[in-house]
């Protein structure tokens, strides 16, 4: 299977904050949208050494709320084209999520861990064609991308 993933440099409206580029959707570059990304950003005490970038993104229509956000961190240089469909779909997460968890969410399953486990099954069939390069995986908490050779942690997606 072939994925069109455009890549998300051209996709997404970003700006830089403190040597970390924060890609936004271009339908939300609101100042409060800007504000609660490097809120974000800063209460996870990322530094530009550790984190390249990160996915704040919303959604197109129905956006999430802030507290939501279901974000995804780029820790490698760049993202490799075969991986761009994942940060698609985190906008399509933030946009319907919450649709999806009151169709679809077993009993007692919470809004994160639905979610999560969502983002993990697409990440999965993402990297199902490249899986001699990446693997992918979720802990309690997160989903995780990296090169399959070295280990090297390339996202790493949480709330």
């Not at 530009?48 to 129905?62: A, E, I, M």
């Not at 999430?64 to 993202?79: K, P, Y």
């Not at 084209?81 to 169709?103: K, R, S």
């Not at 994160?112 to 802990?139: H, M, N, Q, W, Y």
Request: proline share 3%; glycine share 6%.
């Amino acid at each position: 299977m072939g994925w069109k993933g455009e890549n998300p440099d051209t996709v997404y409206h970003h700006f830089d904050d403190s040597g970390i580029r924060v890609y936004l959707d271009k339908t939300d570059c609101s100042a409060e949208t800007e504000n609660c990304a490097r809120f974000f950003c800063q209460h996870q005490n990322y530094s530009s050494v550790q984190v390249k970038g990160f996915y704040y993104l919303r959604g197109h229509r129905k956006q999430v709320i802030h507290s939501r956000v279901l974000v995804g961190v780029l820790e490698a240089e760049s993202l490799p084209p075969e991986l761009f469909e994942i940060v698609h779909c985190l906008t399509f997460w933030n946009q319907e999520g919450a649709d999806c968890y009151m169709m679809n969410a077993e009993k007692h399953e919470t809004y994160s861990d639905f979610i999560l486990k969502c983002i993990a099954a697409d990440c999965r069939v993402v990297v199902e064609p490249c899986a001699d390069r990446f693997a992918t995986g979720k802990g309690g908490n997160h989903v995780w991308v990296s090169h399959k050779e070295s280990g090297i942690r390339i996202l790493f997606i949480h709330f």
